[in-house]
């Protein structure tokens, strides 16, 4: 998979979501999430939200996934858009 695709993914599977994927060999990813749905979520769980939007590439087509998933209220507060 590439990081367009996983975005894509990310974003259909989490409406109102933006993601940023990036990688450097497409098996090791990371990816800033910003998302309403994480609101009143604890990490885990936030990272449980994008793991399920990926389903069976976890571990697959998609070796590793350093997730940041943040509310927009957390991103805006961290300067972001």
Excluded: N
Aim: hydrophobic letters at 45%; aromatic letters at 4%; a negative charge.
């Amino acid at each position: 998979m590439t990081p367009d695709q996983i975005r894509a993914q990310i974003e259909a599977a989490l409406p109102g979501s933006r993601a940023v994927v990036r990688s450097d060999d497409d098996t090791h990813f990371e990816a800033l999430v910003v998302a309403a749905q994480f609101e009143g979520k604890r990490a885990i769980a936030r990272h449980q939200l994008v793991y399920g939007t990926l389903g069976h590439a976890v571990g697959r087509e998609i070796h590793a996934l350093s997730i940041e998933a943040l509310t927009p209220a957390e991103y805006a507060a961290q300067g972001g858009e």
